[in-house]
């Protein structure tokens, strides 16, 4: 039998047009055994961690209450909080996300590797969480990772950071060899590999950074260097788990993404280059230098725009593309998902270019992009609980959640971008925030209704994920 091959000399310009317009599917398998046991594990984690985390928004509203707030722990527990609020849930939740997803990207071997790394990992989450009720150690508000000064909630983070180079040490001998020929599903295992290398350069940046610091430095100013470093490479881990999830989410939902799986992967790779530049910044600057501060940021701006931008249009377009009959209960949550995510990531992106001066501008550039994150790992979440042995999403509360969320996310940050513009400074509540003008109070009204519309969402998607992992499994859809 011939079989026409448009890649020949002879072959017609329109079926060489045809075949490279070809959409790729982008999706893994989800392995049984070990790693799929693994990927449990950290996803329980990684629910419990939005659990404290909100819990701990509760706690925040009752710290600017007055009358409740004199029983609190400590005086200033609205810093303290909020410093458990954000570790909880961004460092610990894109952690246990990121453990999920390498875990599934692993071969089925090194079980007590496998295992300590989410022990470890809950064992320290657990210490910063109880530290603000057993040990007053000061907030210290610092980039990246805001900390308290004491012994129970930095013996957390070391354990918690133990935890995680388990994991990294495991994801990076146990990958998978993808070769030369990528089609969609080597695409985003190589995206995965990618994210297990930029987080183990934030271990080294910080490993780094702990040992050449001055020992005269103290306070916010040794752990704003501290973390500086790590930080950075942490944001292309972040953003490169993003990217998979935009492209593994547009083929789940019924819109094929007409990109090259070699276009994405190059895409990947342009961003695992820019991580590079931060072990350079370590040789070629003092750390507490402003040239290596601006080295790390000029990286994280060229490395990571030009890699999410031309994933992010092809998904949109995959998405607008897709034909009527692909919308059902299962994917309308995985859309809902991707649309607030690439919306938020790109709101967040367009603030960071017109942020001048330190002004609450700042956090909002961070939420809208810290956020986009976040929903694109929740759509996968979504995705992947009945491949875990749960069951599916498909009430239309798990439709709604991400619109609600990223709705009330929006509302914040623009409430923040209006106060921004009025010189509202970052970092500070109450009186210290010095609200002079009706359009300042107005501007942070709309930052806190949004908050707390963002609050009710993610509720709800801790409140879809525990009914669907109560619920009675459904049989595995692969």
């Known amino acids: 039998m011939n079989t026409f091959n448009p890649a020949l000399p002879g072959a017609s310009r ?30 329980w984690l990684g629910l419990a961690a939005l659990i404290g985390s909100g819990l701990f928004s509760v706690l925040l509203v009752l710290a600017r209450t007055p009358g409740v ?40 071997r090194g079980r007590i590797g496998g295992w300590a790394a989410p022990l470890l990992c809950g064992a320290g989450a657990l210490g910063m969480s109880i530290a603000p ?84 430095l103290a306070g916010r100013a040794y ?15 972040w953003t490169l ?87 059902s209960p299962t994917t309308r949550p995985l859309r809902s998902a991707l649309v607030a995510s690439v919306l938020l990531f790109a709101a967040g992106g367009m603030i960071g270019v017109f942020i001048q001066g330190s002004n609450v501008r700042i956090p909002a550039h961070y939420h809208g992009c810290i956020v986009g994150v976040t929903l694109a790992l929740m759509g996968l979440v979504f995705h992947l609980l009945p491949r875990l042995g749960y069951r599916a999403p498909t009430s239309r509360w798990a439709a709604w959640q991400p619109a609600l969320y990223g709705a009330g996310q929006l509302m914040h940050i623009v409430g923040l971008v209006w106060s921004g513009g009025y010189g509202v400074q970052r970092k500070v509540a109450g009186s210290e925030q010095v609200l002079r003008s009706g359009a300042e109070i107005a501007g942070m009204g709309l930052m806190g209704l949004g908050g707390l519309i963002a609050i009710a969402g993610g509720l709800l998607f801790v409140l879809v994920v525990w009914r669907a992992m109560r619920g009675a499994p459904h049989a595995d859809p692969r």
Request: charged share 10%; with cysteine; aromatic share 12%.
């Open 223 to 237: 752990y704003e260097i501290l973390f500086w470093g790590g930080g950075h490479a942490l944001q292309f881990t």
């Open 241 to 327: 788990l993003m990217l998979v999830a935009w492209l593994w989410l547009a083929s789940a939902s019924g819109a094929p993404v007409r990109l090259s799986p070699r276009v994405a992967v190059a895409m990947f790779g342009l961003a695992l280059l820019a991580v590079f530049v931060t072990p350079y910044a370590y040789v070629s600057h003092d750390i507490a230098s402003v040239e290596h501060r601006n080295l790390l940021t000029w990286a994280m701006r060229a490395g990571g725009g030009p890699a999410i931008v031309p994933i992010g249009l092809a998904v949109l377009l995959a998405l607008r593309q897709a034909p009527a009959t692909s919308v």
């Open 69 to 108: 707030n004199r029983w609190l722990p400590v005086s200033d527990f609205f810093r303290v909080a909020l410093v458990v609020h954000v570790d909880l849930s961004v460092l610990v939740w894109f952690i246990a996300m990121a453990g999920l997803l390498w875990s599934l990207n692993s071969a089925p």
């Open 14 to 43: 329109a079926h060489q047009q045809a075949a490279t317009s070809t959409p790729a599917h982008y999706t893994l398998d989800v392995p049984h055994g070990l790693q799929r046991q693994l990927a449990r594990c950290w996803l």
């Open 133 to 216: 009720f057993v040990d007053h150690g000061a907030a210290v508000m610092a980039n990246y990772i805001p900390v308290l000064d004491g012994a129970v909630f930095l013996g957390g983070l070391v354990v918690f950071a133990l935890g995680v180079g388990v994991l990294v040490w495991r994801g990076l001998v146990l990958a998978p060899k993808l070769g030369l020929a990528f089609d969609g599903g080597g695409a985003l295992r190589f995206g995965l590999n990618a994210s297990v290398v930029a987080t183990a350069v934030a271990l080294l940046a910080f490993a780094w950074s702990w040992l050449a610091l001055p020992t005269e």
